[in-house]
């Protein structure tokens, strides 16, 4: 049984009332993890692996009790915090450019500039010489959808505009710029702190480049 499977038995015999209690608890729960995962001095008894699974998850399982409590005649109102996180989730549908970068100390400085074309995501990455390091350009393509569907994934909206971890000085910084067709850029950064689904991103921006990338 899948996962969609599973939450949607689960559902279809509770009440209207005992459905919002869910979307309730559930909401507290993700909004709990994520705040703790957000301030690296908490002690949070997970393993930082850990936070993608439970935190992604309990987002299905709220997603799906939305759903339910429509189903069953329920109104749903967002929050106003999680009005923007539709909000910029709908943004990515006129997503212009997305650059990323990262670099530190003990990190080969790597800049990956993303340009949405007409189907698909034109990706350049680069990574500058650090040491005995060669400076190299490589060039691949992803569908325009994937590409789209991913990074709704990831939430963004839900994302800090800074992470930061004083405990730690000379580990890895980041930076992400996003540019649309319609509305303001949006940055993201981070020293030595990310949030709790980055590597989603950075596989995301090197998704099977060993296969389709071309030297440029």
Not at 22 to 43: F, V
């Amino acid at each position: 049984m899948s996962s969609e499977e599973y939450t949607a038995a689960y559902f279809k015999n509770r009440s209207k009332e005992e459905i919002e209690n869910d979307i309730k608890r559930l909401k507290s729960e993700i909004r709990r993890l994520i705040q703790k995962h957000d301030n690296p001095d908490e002690e949070t008894g997970l393993m930082f692996e850990d936070y993608r699974d439970v935190i992604r998850r309990n987002l299905e399982y709220y997603g799906n009790a939305v759903k339910a409590y429509q189903q069953k005649g329920g109104k749903y109102i967002p929050t106003k915090e999680e009005q923007k996180v539709l909000d910029f989730d709908d943004a990515i549908s006129h997503l212009k450019t997305l650059k990323f970068e990262i670099w530190g100390q003990w990190i080969i400085r790597e800049t990956v500039t993303c340009t949405v074309e007409r189907r698909s995501v034109s990706v350049i990455t680069e990574a500058y010489p650090r040491y005995e390091s060669p400076y190299t350009k490589e060039k691949f393509t992803i569908p325009k959808e994937r590409f789209f569907s991913v990074l709704r994934n990831l939430h963004m909206g839900m994302w800090l505009r800074r992470y930061y971890n004083e405990n730690i000085s000379d580990g890895g910084k980041w930076l992400l710029r996003l540019t649309f067709t319609d509305r303001r850029p949006r940055e993201y950064s981070g020293s030595n702190h990310y949030p709790w689904n980055f590597e989603e991103l950075r596989s995301l921006l090197k998704k099977n480049s060993r296969k389709q990338a071309d030297s440029v």
